[in-house]
């Protein structure tokens, strides 16, 4: 089949385009409201990591149906921060909860049934049950333009400034997905679980790509610290 969005017909009973791009990682995103009175939590299934030195992360939001921005969108660019919380299996049902559209105002975490954790470095919220977070400083907002009423869509990125690892996921020094389970977004109402992975490394790729590959951002400062394109030893 073919066919050219918003020009013709893709002739399905279902739009397919969500369902190509799989599986989506899940940014559930925990926010403060200006006046710090309330908290707000909420998944949004476009969401990735964009470097990792320093680690940069973004997520996008459609806006609603009524054309107005979400709620954490307006948290996050009125305070300066946002948490990202793995979102797992075990914690599916308060991650759907959470997505739910309560009016501005109406605590999440709350209707969700999951604890509030205090962050490090933001006055943010985490969600305790979760084995993952990150704490996040807003960096800028794309905001794409899109048909009405809910294709316009904001792109927020943030700094990754503080990571929080449950000890009990970790296996050998490497976080372990066995452990973690965190599920993922597929098409239509699908979702899936990670369980299982297995490993390729690129053949004849120098020490430098490897380490990129890998994010690692300690041996990607003593690169810069020696200078010049020589490989690591």
Known sequence: MYYEPGVTEHNLPHDPFKACVIPR???WISTQSPDGQTSNLAPYSQFNNLTFDPPYVMFSSNQTAAETRKDTVVNAEATG???WNLATYDLREAVNISAEQFPYGVDEFEK???TKEPATLVNVPMVRESPVKFECRYHSTIRLPGNPPMGTVDVVIGRVVAVHIKDEVLTDGILDVRKTRPIARCGYYQYTVIENT???VI???S???LYGLEGNAKRNRLRNEK???REEE
Request: negative net charge; proline residues 10%; glycine residues 24%.
């Open 25 to 27: 990682p899940i940014g």
């Open 81 to 83: 921060s946002f948490v």
């Open 112 to 114: 969700a049934g999951v």
């Open 198 to 200: 297995f490993d390729m």
């Open 203 to 205: 053949p004849g790729m």
């Open 207 to 209: 020490e430098d790509v």
């Open 227 to 229: 200078g010049g394109n």
